[in-house]
């Protein structure tokens, strides 16, 4: 009954079984084995990109940071929301690779309305030199809530930020459980709604560790190489990210294992209002905040029931608690039903 986090399941057999291929003989380093150009090639094609760069790291931290440190210039501010990764779970890695760059929380949400972005990043005109200057804008989908903007809401925020000439970087690393959800194309939610750049996750949805960063746009590939480098995150023996990737998109594998997840979630969300608890919003995607009364976590939490509780299991029995509960690819529905069996006491 694991519903911390999607990064504690298991890689997928397939993934494992293509690192494994992967291992055998000699390949070029540093992303010049065989299988990258596969990687690349595929990816370009998914996004409708023919142009795209795409490189891959380990990480999330690593993909959205390098990628937010090309995008600014060390004099600029990165506009986030108030719950992004970037903001809160990053460890200012962010603002490292941005060159002490700084990021501005917007409004007080997990999704960023227009109207508020607007309002914070303004005229740059009219900006004094004595300000942080306006930067890139960077938006979750599916959000740290478990919400998804839909792509007429990113294209509202990236024409925001287009109109203060500043470009768009998207932190997908829900990526697919986002895009099958809104049952849209990549293209679609991404650059065709006017994102630049996007972090495209593979971490959290049946890989050991590979993240891709792809930029629509060319013409930033050589610096966002030279950061990389510069920031240590330019694999050596890289055919093992490649390996991860090349069989997280073969077959469509990657929206299979996110409509895994999604479905789970579906489940559970639907076994927990019928046991009365009070959800925060409407699950979109994998995650889920829910409260329950403090007596229920206990008796979950005493059989093995492991998520996220907001608070502590000692006290009056009746009091709600909020939680986070989060459904990866690998979480047998029997597992759910005994989570929910337990819930109803």
């Known amino acids: 009954m694991y519903f911390a986090s999607d990064n504690a399941g298991p890689a997928h057999p397939k993934v494992i079984e293509a690192m494994t291929r992967a291992n055998e003989g000699f390949a070029m380093p540093y992303g010049n084995d065989e ?68 990021l501005t929380p917007v409004g007080n949400s997990d999704k960023i309305a227009p109207s508020d972005l607007a309002a914070v990043m303004g005229d740059s005109a009219d900006i004094a030199v004595h300000s942080a200057q306006p930067g890139p804008l960077t938006i979750t989908q599916a959000t740290e809530k478990g919400r998804i903007y839909s792509c007429e809401e990113i294209a509202a925020l990236t024409e925001v930020a287009a109109r203060a000439g500043q470009p768009t970087h998207l932190d997908g690393a829900r990526f697919a459980n986002a895009l099958v959800a809104l049952g849209c194309t990549p293209a679609e939610m991404t650059w065709r709604a006017g994102v630049d750049a996007v972090s495209f996750g593979g971490t959290k949805n049946g890989c050991v560790g590979v993240e891709a960063v792809i930029f629509f746009n060319p013409e930033k590939a050589w610096e966002f190489e030279l950061r990389r480098k510069r920031g240590a995150h330019l694999f050596s023996k890289h055919r093992y990210l490649s390996a991860q990737m090349q069989a997280y998109l073969q077959d469509d594998l990657w929206l299979d294992l996110a409509r895994r997840s999604n479905a789970n979630m579906g489940v559970l969300s639907r076994g927990m209002k019928e046991i009365g608890a009070v959800f925060e919003h409407e699950p979109q995607a994998n995650i889920l905040f829910a409260a329950l009364p403090r007596a229920t976590h206990r008796r979950l939490q005493e059989a093995g029931a492991r998520y996220c509780l907001h608070g502590s299991t000692e006290g009056d029995d009746d009091e709600m608690l909020s939680a986070r509960f989060v459904c990866d690819w690998s979480l047998p529905e029997s597992e759910i039903s005994r989570f929910l069996d337990l819930a109803r006491g």
């Open 35 to 102: 299988i990258m150009e596969g990687v690349r090639a595929r990816l370009r094609e998914i996004f409708e990109a023919p142009e795209a760069a795409v490189y891959l790291v380990a990480t999330g931290t690593a993909a959205n940071s390098l990628a937010l440190a090309t995008l600014s210039e060390p004099w600029q501010t990165a506009y986030c929301s108030p719950v992004a990764h970037v903001y809160e779970d990053e460890c200012n890695a962010p603002e490292f690779y941005m060159g002490a760059g700084k």
